[in-house]
Antibody, heavy 121, light 107 residues
């Protein structure tokens, strides 16, 4: 059974840092790109970042570029999101999600339960 | 950047009725890159449709997707009580983008 379990969220002051983890099980992590998606309270879904199978290729939304870094340790079946210089507008539930290509068509087929990050003084 | 606009913002229907949700892209996108997700309060999103029209594993056949170019539609043929939720369309692309969502509520 595929499972994604995020952890590491919490309350942090503006300008602070936090590292989120996403523990993956039930599949071969190195075979999948992985993404982070966030959702501010009462708002919609916003893509944050992605990493390819071996972590050598990453991409970021403009809103987090230069502040967030995604990485992975396939041996530990874990994906990370290092968040620096946090701002109030980064407050959100952060989901990690698996990228899959059914018949070549991309989608996010499994999602974790999310971890809440609150940036406030 | 491709922007997806979903309509209506809120749709009020009764169980048993047919629901039609729209997703319009700001420019032509590949049907392969269009997906739909369902999200219930306090839960993570769930993949419903990928490739504009293919149902994900375990999704009931009352859910169907269609469209091409800039206009895509999610149809729920006969609403069940568990279908009332928020629905998002997504364009994969270089930077994946989600529509703002349509809330499907019980009338």
């Amino acid at each position: 059974e595929v499972q994604l379990v995020e952890s590491g969220g919490g309350l942090v002051q503006p300008g602070g840092s936090l590292r989120l983890s996403c523990a993956a099980s039930g599949f071969t992590l190195s075979s999948h790109w992985m993404h982070w998606v966030r959702q501010a309270p009462g708002k919609g879904l916003v893509w944050v970042s992605r990493s390819n199978g071996d972590g050598s290729g990453t991409a970021y939304a403009d809103a987090v570029k230069g502040r967030f870094t995604t990485s992975r340790d396939n041996a530990k079946n874990t994906v990370y999101l290092q968040m620096n210089s946090l701002r109030a507008e980064d407050t959100a539930v952060y989901y990690c999600t698996r990228d899959t290509r059914y018949g070549g068509d991309p989608s996010f087929d499994f999602w974790g339960q999310g971890t809440l990050v609150t940036v406030s003084s | 950047e491709i922007v997806l606009t979903q309509s209506p913002g809120t749709l009020s229907l009764s169980p048993g009725e047919r629901a039609t949700l729209s997703c319009r892209a700001s420019q032509i996108i590949s049907s392969s890159d269009l997906a739909w997700y369902q999200q219930k309060p306090g839960q993570a999103p769930r993949l419903l449709i990928y490739g504009a029209s293919s149902r994900a594993t375990g999704i009931p056949d009352r859910f169907s997707g269609s469209g091409s170019g800039t206009d895509f539609t999610l149809t729920i043929s006969s609403l069940e009580p568990e279908d009332f939720a928020v629905y998002y369309c997504q364009q994969y692309g270089t930077s994946p983008f989600f529509g703002q969502g349509t809330k499907l509520e019980i009338k």
